[in-house]
């Protein structure tokens, strides 16, 4: 019975111990497991920290993808713009080759025309040197042509003197005369200075019917004292001085049509109703 009891009490001491062990090894396992479950959770807690900082390098990552896209679209764009460039060029080139090879051969046209002209220039100056020497007889020339212009001014001179000393023998005749009550036709032979031989005769008064310089053209009217005929050439003279030559054309009826010659300029003073007188 002793025994037993004492069984027992070793059993129960055993049993305590056992207890006792059982207690502080699962002591033990669990700070441990504590100890992990803290290490756990500073890993998780990193882990996230760094799952953020993934996801905020994810999203800068995705920023710049979006910002290369658009930089690469930039780049397309560029690069189209670049070969449409290129092609204009290109054409422009070709344009510019094709003015650059008509230019040449305007060149060498314009050489050709050069070379010609040059060969004119040479012949004008040989005609030039040929015109100079003929030129040198000019002043003999000139003074030739001023000796005879003074001798026209001085036959004009005694022409109009004895053009007026018939005037006043016309003018005794027509006051001395009482059978007309218009004098006919008074002819008074009128001596070259030159040659003493007659050289006209003074038709007196008649007057301008119309008359067109700019068109040659000028209308006398037919008196009883002047016979005009078809052909026939006429001095005009107003104021004891010739203004112009005029060849009758046609005779009608109260009127004589006559062109007006060349150099007749004082022509150009008279009007319709102009008295002139007449040199045949």
Request: proline content about 2%; cysteine-free; hydrophobic content about 35%.
């Amino acid at each position: 019975m002793k025994n037993l009891s004492l069984i027992l009490r070793i059993v129960a001491i055993v049993a305590a111990i056992a207890a006792t062990t059982l207690f502080f090894i699962s002591q033990g396992k669990l700070a441990d497991k504590n100890d992990r479950l803290v290490h756990t959770q500073g890993v998780l807690a990193s882990t996230q920290d760094e799952l953020s900082e993934t996801h905020s390098t994810l999203e800068r990552t995705e920023s710049e993808l979006k910002t290369e896209q658009d930089a690469h679209a930039r780049t397309r764009d560029t690069l189209s713009d670049v070969r449409t460039e290129l092609a204009d060029t290109q054409q422009n080139l070709e344009r510019t080759s094709g003015q650059l090879s008509q230019a040449r051969n305007e060149i060498s046209g314009l050489n050709e025309a050069a070379a010609s002209l040059r060969s004119d220039l040479s012949s004008a100056r040989e005609q030039l040197a040929s015109a100079q020497r003929e030129a040198d007889a000019v002043p003999q020339l000139q003074t030739r042509i001023a000796e005879l212009e003074d001798s026209k001014r001085e036959i004009e001179r005694q022409l109009e003197s004895q053009t007026l000393i018939a005037d006043a023998a016309a003018a005794q005749r027509e006051a001395t005369s009482s059978t007309r009550s218009n004098i006919k036709a008074i002819d008074t032979s009128i001596a070259s200075p030159l040659s003493g031989q007659p050289i006209q005769r003074l038709k007196l008064h008649t007057t301008v019917n119309s008359i067109r310089a700019a068109d040659g053209l000028i209308l006398l009217n037919k008196t009883p004292d002047v016979d005009f005929s078809s052909g026939q050439t006429i001095t005009l003279v107003q104021n004891m001085r010739s203004v112009g030559r005029v060849q009758i054309e046609r005779v009608e009826d109260g009127y004589a049509i006559a062109n007006i010659l060349p150099g007749s300029t004082g022509t150009e003073k008279l009007t319709a109703g102009s008295t002139v007188q007449l040199l045949l």
